[in-house]
Protein backbone atom coordinates (compact mmCIF):
# COMPACT_ATOMS: atom_id res chain seq x y z
CA UNK A 1 0.00 0.00 0.00
CA UNK A 2 1.31 3.58 -0.83
CA UNK A 3 1.19 6.64 1.38
CA UNK A 4 1.05 10.30 0.67
CA UNK A 5 0.95 13.46 3.45
CA UNK A 6 -2.46 15.72 3.42
CA UNK A 7 -1.36 18.86 4.53
CA UNK A 8 -4.93 21.44 4.89
CA UNK A 9 -4.34 24.59 4.19
CA UNK A 10 -6.65 27.93 3.86
CA UNK A 11 -4.59 29.18 0.72
CA UNK A 12 -2.30 28.31 -1.76
CA UNK A 13 1.31 28.65 -0.52
CA UNK A 14 3.54 27.34 -2.59
CA UNK A 15 4.92 29.67 -5.60
CA UNK A 16 4.55 27.16 -8.20
CA UNK A 17 0.99 26.64 -6.86
CA UNK A 18 0.56 30.05 -6.98
CA UNK A 19 1.90 30.83 -10.35
CA UNK A 20 0.09 27.68 -12.20
CA UNK A 21 -3.21 29.28 -10.32
CA UNK A 22 -2.80 32.38 -12.04
CA UNK A 23 -1.61 31.17 -15.73
CA UNK A 24 -5.47 31.44 -16.34
CA UNK A 25 -5.83 27.49 -16.92
CA UNK A 26 -8.59 25.41 -18.34
CA UNK A 27 -10.73 27.14 -21.09
CA UNK A 28 -13.89 24.36 -19.88
CA UNK A 29 -15.81 23.96 -17.15
CA UNK A 30 -14.28 22.91 -13.59
CA UNK A 31 -14.99 21.70 -10.54
CA UNK A 32 -13.87 22.54 -7.67
CA UNK A 33 -14.06 19.77 -4.67
CA UNK A 34 -13.42 21.07 -1.08
CA UNK A 35 -12.55 19.18 1.45
CA UNK A 36 -13.40 21.05 4.30
CA UNK A 37 -12.04 20.57 8.27
CA UNK A 38 -13.96 22.67 10.82
CA UNK A 39 -12.98 24.94 14.13
CA UNK A 40 -14.57 23.29 16.53
CA UNK A 41 -15.03 27.56 17.55
CA UNK A 42 -14.27 30.41 15.16
CA UNK A 43 -12.33 32.86 15.58
CA UNK A 44 -12.05 36.25 13.82
CA UNK A 45 -8.94 37.74 12.63
CA UNK A 46 -10.13 40.90 13.80
CA UNK A 47 -10.49 39.71 17.53
CA UNK A 48 -14.76 39.93 17.28
CA UNK A 49 -16.02 38.34 20.28
CA UNK A 50 -18.33 35.24 19.09
CA UNK A 51 -19.99 32.32 20.16
CA UNK A 52 -20.28 30.37 16.80
CA UNK A 53 -18.69 27.33 15.43
CA UNK A 54 -16.66 26.86 13.22
CA UNK A 55 -19.17 25.30 11.07
CA UNK A 56 -21.01 27.99 11.91
CA UNK A 57 -18.79 30.70 10.62
CA UNK A 58 -17.90 29.09 7.61
CA UNK A 59 -21.68 28.77 6.65
CA UNK A 60 -22.25 32.21 6.72
CA UNK A 61 -19.13 32.61 3.86
CA UNK A 62 -20.96 29.49 2.01
CA UNK A 63 -24.06 30.89 1.90
CA UNK A 64 -22.23 34.20 0.33
CA UNK A 65 -20.79 32.31 -1.99
CA UNK A 66 -23.31 30.30 -3.08
CA UNK A 67 -25.07 33.50 -4.17
CA UNK A 68 -22.00 34.95 -5.80
CA UNK A 69 -21.22 31.94 -7.92
CA UNK A 70 -23.86 32.84 -10.32
CA UNK A 71 -22.00 36.22 -10.63
CA UNK A 72 -18.89 34.50 -12.06
CA UNK A 73 -21.31 32.09 -14.18
CA UNK A 74 -20.48 29.42 -11.28
CA UNK A 75 -22.90 27.47 -9.12
CA UNK A 76 -22.44 25.33 -5.96
CA UNK A 77 -23.09 21.96 -7.01
CA UNK A 78 -22.87 19.53 -4.21
CA UNK A 79 -22.98 20.23 -0.33
CA UNK A 80 -22.40 17.36 2.42
CA UNK A 81 -21.63 16.38 5.59
CA UNK A 82 -18.74 13.81 5.65
CA UNK A 83 -20.32 11.20 7.60
CA UNK A 84 -17.93 7.83 7.40
CA UNK A 85 -14.96 6.43 5.56
CA UNK A 86 -15.66 3.14 3.69
CA UNK A 87 -12.78 2.70 1.78
CA UNK A 88 -9.00 3.73 2.61
CA UNK A 89 -7.30 4.81 5.81
CA UNK A 90 -7.16 8.54 7.29
CA UNK A 91 -6.24 10.21 10.60
CA UNK A 92 -8.77 12.52 10.43
CA UNK A 93 -11.90 12.78 7.84
CA UNK A 94 -13.11 15.66 6.67
CA UNK A 95 -16.21 17.41 8.09
CA UNK A 96 -17.93 18.38 5.26
CA UNK A 97 -17.38 18.02 1.11
CA UNK A 98 -18.45 20.83 -1.56
CA UNK A 99 -18.27 21.47 -5.07
CA UNK A 100 -18.94 24.16 -7.34
CA UNK A 101 -18.69 24.78 -10.98
CA UNK A 102 -17.12 27.54 -12.80
CA UNK A 103 -17.06 28.08 -16.40
CA UNK A 104 -12.98 28.27 -16.51
CA UNK A 105 -10.62 28.77 -14.34
CA UNK A 106 -10.07 32.37 -14.98
CA UNK A 107 -13.89 32.85 -13.71
CA UNK A 108 -13.11 31.23 -10.01
CA UNK A 109 -9.97 33.13 -9.69
CA UNK A 110 -11.80 36.36 -10.39
CA UNK A 111 -14.42 35.45 -7.73
CA UNK A 112 -12.03 34.66 -5.50
CA UNK A 113 -10.29 38.34 -6.21
CA UNK A 114 -13.17 40.42 -6.03
CA UNK A 115 -14.12 42.56 -2.79
CA UNK A 116 -17.40 40.53 -2.08
CA UNK A 117 -15.43 37.91 -1.80
CA UNK A 118 -12.96 39.33 0.55
CA UNK A 119 -15.75 40.37 2.64
CA UNK A 120 -17.15 36.84 2.91
CA UNK A 121 -13.94 35.18 3.33
CA UNK A 122 -13.42 36.86 7.27
CA UNK A 123 -15.84 33.86 8.03
CA UNK A 124 -14.51 31.70 5.80
CA UNK A 125 -11.10 31.99 7.88
CA UNK A 126 -12.61 32.34 11.31
CA UNK A 127 -14.62 28.87 10.82
CA UNK A 128 -11.59 26.86 8.65
CA UNK A 129 -9.01 24.62 9.83
CA UNK A 130 -7.92 23.59 7.03
CA UNK A 131 -8.79 22.31 3.27
CA UNK A 132 -8.21 21.03 0.67
CA UNK A 133 -9.56 22.31 -2.96
CA UNK A 134 -8.64 19.89 -6.19
CA UNK A 135 -9.87 21.34 -9.73
CA UNK A 136 -11.47 18.37 -11.74
CA UNK A 137 -13.20 18.90 -15.38
CA UNK A 138 -15.61 16.28 -16.26
CA UNK A 139 -14.13 12.79 -17.21
CA UNK A 140 -15.05 12.34 -21.27
CA UNK A 141 -17.20 8.79 -20.43
CA UNK A 142 -19.89 8.05 -18.33
CA UNK A 143 -21.40 11.32 -17.09
CA UNK A 144 -24.21 11.41 -15.29
CA UNK A 145 -26.81 13.72 -17.44
CA UNK A 146 -26.96 16.21 -15.07
CA UNK A 147 -23.12 16.78 -14.77
CA UNK A 148 -23.29 17.39 -18.71
CA UNK A 149 -26.40 19.73 -18.12
CA UNK A 150 -24.63 21.46 -15.88
CA UNK A 151 -21.42 21.99 -17.91
CA UNK A 152 -23.49 22.89 -20.75
CA UNK A 153 -24.91 25.45 -19.02
CA UNK A 154 -21.87 26.87 -18.32
CA UNK A 155 -20.27 27.07 -21.98
CA UNK A 156 -23.43 28.50 -22.57
CA UNK A 157 -23.16 31.52 -19.94
CA UNK A 158 -26.09 30.08 -18.36
Known sequence: MSTFTVTNELGPTRPEQIQHLMSG??????????????????????????DLSGRDAYQIYGRGVADLLPVYGGALVFAADVTFLTLGQADQLWDEVAIAAYPNRKAMVAMSSSEAWRELSVHRTAGLQGQLNIETKLADMGNPDWLLKIAEAMRLGG
Open 25 to 50: GPDHPIFMVNLLHFKDTATYEDGRET
